[in-house]
């Protein structure tokens, strides 16, 4: 019997007992749904060696890192081409016996000269890893390091590859400078021609005007005859400025006004080129003035574009291919000491 009961009284305080954990557990606040981990993505954006390369302010710390980690590897790839060259062998600095002067550097003096070695080396490579890595942008570490590793391996090929570029380049560049130099001395002499021209039309119908001093109208008296041959040929020559901006544009929009006003004043049996006028017209002596006024103002405004071509710093070269040239045996590095 006594069993039985210590049997019972378990059980209650058994029950009890998980009966109190539940009512505390429905008590307490249900926790807030799992805060994502700060995702892989996120933290790889703020060492993103792409986005780090192009960086525009050195302010920039990582910068720094990745320009060092360049440079590291890039040394490293220089030892690597030493090894290879010389097929396990480092070469210590030393000063370069006379033979060697002879056959590499006859122009030094043997007392200032000191061969580096695998220093060299090392810095051609770490030094030729800066602009490979400007030029290919590799786009995460891996690429970085094993471009830089290959570019220090490759150091004075590298350099020469991008000295030719350069070379290329700026040759490019002059080439292009000069042909819009003279594109914009021929669009200026083709404006001034076009003033001249409209200048002489102007002249030819004044000829057969008869208007008052004071008067701001041409006046054309009834049988005047002109010529619309000489209209077709100041066209032709307005036609030749167009595009190079919008005053000359303007300029053959003012012509083609002024050309309007004479026909319709005029009476042209059909087939014939001549401009009839059968009664005394009054042509303003604006619409001559406003075409030569669109062409001096189009004129000034090539020479401006001109000031500020030449003020501008230069162009971006043209771009370097993110390939570089076949590899090529560097001589060994040499310099002069202090």
Not at 298 to 306: D, G, R, V
Request: hydrophobic residues 40%.
């Amino acid at each position: 019997m006594k069993r039985i009961k210590s049997i019972l009284i378990g059980l209650f305080l058994v029950s009890s007992i998980g009966v109190t954990d539940a009512c505390a557990q429905s008590n307490k606040p249900s926790p807030p749904a799992s805060v994502p981990a700060r995702s892989s993505q996120a933290v790889q954006t703020d060492w993103d060696v792409e986005v780090i390369l192009k960086s525009k302010s050195l302010d920039n710390p990582k910068l720094y890192v990745v320009l060092l980690v360049t440079l590291i590897a890039g040394g490293v790839g220089g030892i690597v081409f030493e090894l290879l060259n010389l097929q396990g062998n480092i070469e210590r600095p030393h000063a370069p016996s006379e033979d060697e002067l002879a056959a590499k550097l006859a122009y030094a003096t043997v007392e200032n000269v000191i061969d580096l070695g695998i220093f060299a080396r090392i810095i051609i490579g770490a030094s030729a890893a800066v602009p490979a890595m400007v030029f290919i942008k590799p786009d995460s570490v891996l690429l970085l390091l094993a471009m830089s590793l290959v570019a220090g391996s490759t150091g004075t090929a590298v350099f020469r590859s991008l000295q030719d570029r350069l070379l290329i380049a700026i040759t490019q560049q002059e080439a292009s400078e000069q042909k819009r130099k003279i594109k914009q001395k021929s669009n200026n002499a083709k404006m001034e021609k076009a003033i001249a021209a409209v200048e002489t039309l102007e002249k030819e119908v004044e000829k057969k005007s008869d208007s008052p001093e004071g008067t701001t109208n041409l006046i054309i008296p009834e049988g005047t005859v002109l010529n619309r041959s000489h209209f077709e040929e100041v066209r032709k020559i307005l036609l030749q400025v167009t595009g190079v901006n919008a005053e000359a544009n303007n300029a053959i929009a003012a012509f083609n006004k002024l050309e309007e006003e004479f026909i319709k004043n005029s009476v042209s049996p059909q087939g014939m080129l001549d401009l009839k006028f059968t009664k005394d017209t009054a042509i303003e002596c604006n619409l001559f003035g406003n075409v030569k006024d669109c062409l001096s103002q189009a004129k000034a405004a090539n020479e401006l574009t001109a000031i500020a071509d030449n003020n501008k710093s230069s162009q971006p070269a043209t771009p370097i291919q993110n390939h570089l040239l076949p590899d090529r045996k560097p001589d060994r590095a040499t310099v002069e000491s202090p």
